[in-house]
C-alpha cells in the first residue's frame, strides 16, 4: 500500500493541486436538514383546506358584527335557521322498494315505489322463472320445492310445537291434516265485475295526457326507452301534439297490466340495498333510471314546474351506514350537476333514526324490505366498526310466506310474485295475517279476492296454522329464504372505489362486525394473522367473549384492505402520505412510545409475544355471539374456522400458506363474492359487541337502548320475540335488554327520513356542500364534509 505522498513531493515532481473555484456542477447544493426535528406546516392549518376556509369565511361577517362596539358583551348570536329557508330543504331516502321524499316541514313523507316501466318486448313475468321457484315436474305439490327445502320447513314446524308445548299452550295433533285438507277442496267463487266495489283501477298504457304547461310556454316530459331512461327538458311549445306516455313512475307503473299493448317492463334500480346491476346492461341506463325517478318524484309528488326550479333549494340525502363509495359519488352529481341544488349533505340511515326518534344512542335495527342493517350509535356518530348489512327483509318474507302456504296446498297455485298483481295481492296476505305471537297460532280460516286486470274478480277461501309464525321466524333462520340469486350481477357494472395513495387497494368502508358475519361461513375472509389462529363460533360468557370466540379487525382508517402488510409490519397500518414512526415525545418527558395495538389481532401472542393491552373490560377482542339457547331453533356448535394445519409453529416471516399471498384486492373479491346472511340475532350481539370493544358499560347501554324501525318489522309482535332470543343468548344481562319501537308512536318506515328531515333544520350542520365547493374539488369534498370518516 502506497503511503501518504508530502506536497513537496508533489510540488516538485509537477502534481501541485490547484482550485479556481469553479463548480463541479450547476444544480444548487440543498443543506441537508436535520432529521432529528424537523417541521412543516403544510397542510396543518384549517385555512389551507378550500371547504373549512369557505366555511370560515362565510361566518366571519356575523362574528364581526356580533362583536362590533354596541352589541350585547360581544355575544354571537345565531340566526334561528343560520340563513337557510327551511321551507326550501328537500328530504331523499331511497330504498330497493320506495323512495320517500318530501320538504323538511312536512309532517310525513311522500312514499313513491322505486320503480318505473318502459317499452320492451316482454314483461319481467315472461323473462324469468316464476317466484316462488318451483319443479313444474314434480309429481306431488309437496316435492315442487326440493328436498332441502322441505326438510327445513318441516323442522321449523316440529321446533314451534316443542315451544308451544314447554310454553303449555294448546297444539292439535292434526292441524296441518285439516289445513291440507281444507285447502286442497277449496273452489275459487266468481264475482262479477259489477258486484266489487273495490275494482282495482288499471293503467291504460295508451291514454293521451296533455303535456303540462310551465313558466314561458315550455314543456317538460321525462322520456324512457328500453335501454336507457333519459331526463330531459325538451323547451317544447305549449302546442305540442299530446301523445302517450312512453314510461310510468311508481303506483302507476306497478298498476299497469301484464299483458297490456305495448308491452312495459318493470326496472327497479335498486335490489338488496345496492345499485341493480343485474337487469342492466350498461352504467348510463342503471343511473339514468335512478335520475329519471328521483326527477319524477320532485315534479309530480312535491310540485316543482320544472327541474331548474331545483336551484332555490337544499337537499338532504339519506345513504346506507355500509355504502358503496361509488354510489355516494353518484348521488353527489347527480345533485350537482343535474338538479343543481343550491346546497346538498348526506347522513347515514342509523343516525338519521336516532334523530327521528330521540334516541342520544343506541343500536338501530333497520328491517327494510330486501336488506336489513344493524349499526350502534353514540354521541351522534354511527360506530364505524359495528355496522352490519344482511341481505334479507320483508320482500324474503313475503316470498316465504306464500312458499309455506303453496307447500300446504293453497288453493291459487299459480300465483307468481313476477306479476304486478300477484306481487300486490302477497304483500297485502302478509302484512294481514302474519304474526310473531305464539298464541295466535292456530287453524284459522281467512279469504281474499284475486283482482286481475281484464277478468272478474275471484273470491278464495283458505285455512292456515302456522304459516303465518314460521315465515317471520325466516329472520332468525335465514336459511329457508332464496338466496340464489341475490349476488348475480354483482360488480358486473360498477367496480370498487380504491385509495387515492395506492390503486391496488380498495376503498370501500368495510367494519369488523361485517367481516365476522361474512366469516361465519366462510373464514378464508379473515385476515390472514386472523385466520391462521382458527377463530372458531363459541358461546361467549358472561363478559361477551369465550375462549373459542370469533375475534374480528380492527378496520384502518385509509387502507381498510391492508391488512397483510399491517400484521405482518406490527405497524398501525399507516397511509403512504404520512411517516411510519411514531411522534416525538415532548421534551423533558422519557415515557416510551407503545407498540401499536392490533384489536382482536389473537389471544395469545401480539405483537412479537408481548401480551396485548386491552381495553376497559374484562374481554380482549370482541367476539360473535352463540347460536344456542335461543327459542324455536336448535343449538349449533359446529366450528366455523379451523385453524389451518402446519400454521401454528411458523418458521419464518413470509409462510408458505396461500391466505399470507393475497393481494388487498382479492381478499376484498372474495368478500364480495360471500353473502351476508346470519340470524338477526346474531348481527345485533355481533354488532353491539363490536362497537362496546370489550366495555361491559357500553355493552349494557346498547342491549338496553335497541330500537327496531323500518317496514319489515310492522309484523305484530316483532320486538317482543326479538328480545326473547337476545335474551336467551345473554341470560347474564336479562334485565339489561330492553327493545323498542320508534318512540311516539311514529311509523316504522318513516322514522329515518323524519330524523333527516329534523337533521336539515339544525343550525350548527357544517355538512352542507355548495356548488362552488364541488366544482373545485369534485367528489374529493366528501371528505371534508361528511359526519363520518370518509
Known amino acids: 500500500m502506497v503511503g501518504k505522498v508530502s506536497e513537496r513531493v508533489l510540488l516538485r515532481e509537477g502534481l501541485e493541486r490547484t482550485d479556481n473555484g469553479m463548480k463541479q456542477t450547476s444544480w444548487p447544493e440543498v443543506t441537508p436538514i436535520n432529521q432529528k426535528n424537523y417541521y412543516t406546516e403544510y397542510m396543518k392549518r384549517d385555512d389551507q383546506i378550500l371547504a373549512l376556509r369557505m366555511q370560515n369565511d362565510a361566518t366571519q361577517p356575523r362574528r364581526d358584527a356580533a362583536s362590533a362596539p354596541g352589541t350585547a358583551g360581544g355575544r354571537l348570536f345565531p340566526l334561528p335557521t343560520d340563513g337557510i329557508d327551511i321551507s326550501k330543504i328537500i328530504v331523499i331516502h331511497p330504498g330497493s322498494q320506495y323512495l320517500r321524499i318530501g320538504f323538511s316541514t312536512d309532517v310525513l313523507p311522500k312514499t313513491v315505489p322505486m320503480c318505473l316501466a318502459t317499452q320492451f318486448d316482454h314483461t319481467e313475468s315472461d323473462e324469468a322463472e316464476a317466484l316462488p321457484r318451483r319443479q313444474r315436474e314434480a309429481a306431488k305439490t309437496e316435492q315442487q320445492y326440493g328436498e332441502e327445502w322441505s326438510k327445513k320447513y318441516k323442522k321449523m314446524s316440529e321446533d314451534l310445537k316443542q315451544d308451544m308445548r314447554q310454553n303449555k299452550r294448546k297444539v292439535l295433533p292434526n292441524s296441518k291434516e285439516l289445513v291440507i285438507n281444507y285447502n286442497r277442496r277449496t273452489e275459487a267463487e266468481v264475482i262479477a265485475t259489477h258486484n266489487d266495489p273495490l275494482q282495482v283501477e288499471w293503467t291504460d298504457v295508451n291514454a293521451i295526457r296533455t303535456p303540462a304547461l310551465l313558466e314561458g310556454g315550455a314543456a317538460e316530459t321525462v322520456t324512457a326507452t328500453d335501454t336507457e331512461t333519459t331526463a330531459t327538458k325538451t323547451g317544447a311549445p305549449a302546442s305540442s301534439p299530446p301523445s302517450a306516455p312512453t314510461a310510468f313512475y311508481g303506483q302507476e307503473a306497478l298498476r299497469i297490466p301484464d299483458d297490456s299493448n305495448p308491452t312495459f317492463r318493470l326496472r327497479w334500480p335498486m335490489q338488496h340495498g345496492w345499485l341493480n346491476e343485474d337487469d342492466y346492461g350498461s352504467v348510463s341506463s342503471l343511473y339514468s333510471d335512478f335520475e329519471a325517478i328521483v326527477t319524477h318524484a320532485i315534479l309530480q309528488e312535491l310540485g316543482l314546474q320544472r327541474v331548474s326550479s331545483?336551484?332555490?333549494?337544499?337537499?338532504?340525502?339519506?345513504?346506507?351506514?355500509?355504502?358503496?363509495?361509488?354510489?355516494?359519488?353518484?348521488?353527489?352529481?347527480?345533485?350537482m350537476t343535474w338538479f343543481e341544488f343550491g346546497k346538498v349533505c348526506f347522513i347515514q340511515e342509523s343516525y338519521a333514526a336516532t334523530c327521528g326518534a330521540g334516541y342520544s344512542q343506541g343500536c338501530v335495527v333497520d328491517v327494510g324490505a330486501q336488506?336489513?342493517?344493524?349499526?350502534?350509535?353514540?354521541?351522534?356518530?354511527?360506530?364505524?366498526?359495528?355496522?352490519?348489512?344482511?341481505?334479507?327483509?320483508?320482500?324474503?318474507?313475503?316470498?316465504?310466506?306464500?312458499?309455506?302456504?303453496?307447500?300446504?296446498?293453497?288453493?291459487?297455485?299459480?300465483?307468481?310474485?313476477?306479476?304486478?298483481?300477484?306481487?300486490?295481492?302477497?304483500?297485502?296476505?302478509?302484512?294481514?295475517?302474519?304474526?310473531?305471537?305464539?298464541?295466535?297460532?292456530?287453524?284459522?280460516?281467512?279469504?281474499?279476492?284475486?283482482?286481475?286486470?281484464?277478468?272478474?274478480?275471484?273470491?278464495?277461501?283458505?285455512?292456515?296454522?302456522d304459516e303465518v309464525l314460521l315465515a317471520p321466524l325466516g329472520l332468525y333462520e335465514p336459511a329457508i329464504f332464496d338466496s340464489s340469486t341475490k349476488l348475480r350481477g354483482r360488480r358486473k357494472l360498477i367496480d370498487r372505489t380504491y385509495n387515492a395513495y395506492d390503486v391496488d387497494i380498495p376503498d370501500d368502508p368495510v367494519s369488523s362486525a361485517q367481516v365476522a358475519i361474512l366469516a361465519l361461513d366462510h373464514p378464508s375472509v379473515l385476515p390472514p394473522a386472523l385466520a391462521t389462529n382458527g377463530p372458531r363460533f363459541g358461546t361467549p360468557g358472561p363478559g361477551g367473549t369465550g375462549a373459542d370466540a370469533i375475534s374480528t379487525p380492527s378496520k384502518d382508517r385509509t387502507q381498510p384492505f391492508s391488512f397483510l402488510s399491517r400484521d405482518l409490519a406490527g405497524g398501525g397500518g399507516a397511509t403512504p402520505s404520512t411517516s411510519k414512526a411514531p411522534s416525538p415525545a415532548p421534551e423533558g418527558t422519557s415515557t416510551p412510545v407503545p407498540a401499536p395495538y392490533v384489536f382482536g389481532a389473537g389471544r395469545d401472542t401480539v405483537n412479537n409475544g408481548a401480551a396485548s393491552p386491552a381495553p376497559s373490560g374484562s374481554a380482549a377482542a370482541t367476539s360473535t355471539p352463540a347460536t344456542g339457547g335461543a327459542p324455536g331453533t336448535a343449538t349449533a356448535t359446529a366450528t366455523v374456522?379451523?385453524?389451518?394445519?402446519?400454521?401454528?409453529?411458523?418458521?419464518?416471516?413470509?409462510p408458505m400458506d396461500p391466505?399470507?399471498?393475497?393481494?388487498?384486492?382479492?381478499?376484498?373479491?372474495?368478500?364480495?363474492?360471500?353473502?351476508?346472511?346470519?340470524?338477526?340475532?346474531?348481527?345485533?350481539?355481533?354488532?353491539?359487541?363490536?362497537?362496546?370493544?370489550?366495555?361491559?358499560?357500553?355493552?349494557?347501554?346498547?342491549?338496553?337502548?335497541?330500537?327496531?324501525?323500518?317496514?319489515?318489522?310492522?309484523?305484530?309482535?316483532?320486538?317482543?320475540?326479538?328480545?326473547?332470543?337476545?335474551?336467551?343468548?345473554?341470560?347474564?344481562?336479562?334485565?339489561?335488554?330492553?327493545?323498542?319501537?320508534?318512540?311516539?308512536?311514529?311509523?316504522?318506515?318513516?322514522?329515518?327520513?323524519?330524523?333527516?328531515?329534523?337533521?336539515?333544520?339544525?343550525?350548527?350542520?357544517?355538512?352542507?356542500?355548495?356548488p362552488f365547493e364541488y366544482s373545485f374539488l369534485g367528489p374529493r369534498i366528501l371528505h371534508h364534509k361528511v359526519l363520518w370518516q370518509w
Not at 310473531?436 to 272478474?456: G, I, K, T, W
Not at 374456522?641 to 413470509?654: D, K, S, T, V
Not at 326473547?724 to 322514522?751: H, N, P, T, Y
Request: glycine letters at 6%; charged letters at 25%; aromatic letters at 10%.
Open 659 to 770: 391466505l399470507f399471498h393475497r393481494t388487498a384486492k382479492e381478499i376484498a373479491a372474495e368478500r364480495d363474492s360471500v353473502l351476508p346472511v346470519a340470524p338477526l340475532d346474531i348481527a345485533i350481539m355481533t354488532s353491539i359487541q363490536n362497537a362496546a370493544k370489550g366495555d361491559e358499560r357500553k355493552l349494557k347501554d346498547f342491549l338496553g337502548s335497541i330500537m327496531v324501525v323500518g317496514g319489515g318489522a310492522k309484523t305484530p309482535h316483532f320486538t317482543t320475540y326479538l328480545e326473547e332470543r337476545l335474551k336467551a343468548r345473554r341470560a347474564d344481562l336479562v334485565d339489561r335488554i330492553l327493545v323498542s319501537r320508534s318512540a311516539r308512536d311514529m311509523d316504522e318506515q318513516v322514522v329515518v327520513w323524519k330524523g333527516a328531515s329534523v337533521f336539515a333544520k339544525l343550525t350548527t350542520n357544517d355538512s352542507w356542500i355548495t
Open 371 to 465: 336488506k336489513t342493517s344493524v349499526a350502534c350509535v353514540e354521541d351522534g356518530l354511527v360506530v364505524e366498526e359495528s355496522r352490519v348489512n344482511v341481505k334479507y327483509g320483508g320482500r324474503d318474507v313475503t316470498e316465504a310466506f306464500v312458499k309455506m302456504l303453496l307447500f300446504d296446498h293453497f288453493p291459487y297455485q299459480d300465483i307468481n310474485l313476477r306479476r304486478r298483481y300477484d306481487f300486490l295481492l302477497a304483500e297485502e296476505l302478509k302484512l294481514k295475517h302474519c304474526t310473531m305471537n305464539e298464541a295466535d297460532v292456530s287453524v284459522q280460516l281467512y279469504q281474499f279476492h284475486l283482482r286481475a286486470p281484464h277478468q272478474p274478480t275471484y273470491r278464495y277461501q283458505f285455512k292456515t296454522y
Open 310 to 335: 331545483c336551484r332555490q333549494y337544499s337537499c338532504v340525502f339519506v345513504v346506507p351506514d355500509l355504502y358503496d363509495k361509488a354510489y355516494v359519488e353518484m348521488l353527489l352529481r347527480l345533485c
Open 641 to 654: 374456522g379451523a385453524p389451518a394445519p402446519g400454521l401454528n409453529g411458523l418458521n419464518g416471516l413470509f
